[in-house]
């Protein structure tokens, strides 16, 4: 089973920008495609972004796309998620998640990370 723990959430204001981390242990990281769901308060958590094993093929939800990356280092067991144009609706509770190669399923979860409008 491999272990996930996410940081760099934070503070933000409208149009900024937050890179958060998801660091991996226990397992390699290449054996697993990785994903980041978030849930805002009240809300059912959602799938944000979801990269392929080789970090060859990446899928986004559409009200993030084109201002949120994921990418991920297997030599340094972890991945990201680079936020920019940030919005209100963007605030919630970041997870990461880690699944079968072949699959969507996701069967690792972080403790979360939180990302909190200023404005």
């Known amino acids: 089973q491999v272990q996930l723990v996410e940081s760099g959430g934070g503070l933000v204001q409208a149009g900024g920008s937050l890179r958060l981390s998801c660091a991996a242990s226990?397992?390699?990281?290449?054996?697993?495609?990785m994903g980041w769901f978030r849930q805002a308060p009240g809300k059912e958590r959602e799938f944000v972004a979801r990269?392929?094993?080789?970090?060859?093929?990446?899928y986004y939800s559409d009200s993030v796309k084109g201002r949120f990356t994921i990418s991920r280092d297997n030599a340094k067991n972890t991945v990201y998620l680079q936020m920019n144009s940030l919005k209100p609706e963007d605030t919630a509770v970041y997870y990461c998640?880690?699944?079968?190669?072949?699959?969507w399923g996701f069967g690792s979860w972080g403790q979360g990370t939180q990302v909190s409008d200023s404005w």
């Open positions: 998640a880690a699944g079968p190669r072949d699959s």
């Open positions: 990269i392929s094993w080789s970090g060859g093929i990446t």
């Open positions: 226990g397992r390699t990281l290449s054996s697993y495609a």
